[in-house]
């Protein structure tokens, strides 16, 4: 996939992986950022707090703008 982040100089290639995975029995979900977020009961609950995650992201980059 050809895309650009806002931050990106110019459009690249952007490889998408599962950012959910599964530890001892308890699910994490990894950022761009390099931190590792949870531990969460199931993989549906990782799920929701990626978007919560995405939309605190998205909320701290307009107000920095």
Known sequence: ML?????????TTIFRSDRICRVNGEFYFNTR???QEGPFA????AEV???AY???MQQLTQVAS
């Open 3 to 11: 895309g650009k982040r806002a931050l990106d100089p110019a459009p």
């Open 33 to 35: 950022e390099g931190t």
């Open 42 to 45: 199931t993989r549906e609950a």
């Open 49 to 51: 707090e990626i978007e």
């Open 54 to 56: 995405i939309q605190r």
